[in-house]
């Protein structure tokens, strides 16, 4: 049986298996990326794919704590349609 590997939402602090969570990268050059991945070289942070969770990011900029960078509307915005998605 393999180990499943957790990670916590930055936004609401639960643990949930990772390929539940979407990551937002820094990449090197400090560009932010949405990773599907989850491969991507760089600092990451996992955000659960919810609407509600997603507009509480925006609103209490904890993505932008957890990378240490602004976060532009358009990470916020593809972060919503990756959610209508699923």
Known sequence: MRKIPMRKCVVTQERFPKKELIRVV???????????????????????LNKKTI?????????????EMEIPTAIYDQLEELCEDE
């Open 26 to 48: 820094r990449t090197p050059e400090k560009a932010i990326e949405v990773d599907l991945t989850g491969k991507k070289n760089g600092h990451g942070a996992y955000v659960s």
């Open 55 to 67: 507009a509480l990011a925006r609103k209490n900029k904890a993505l932008d704590r957890a990378l």
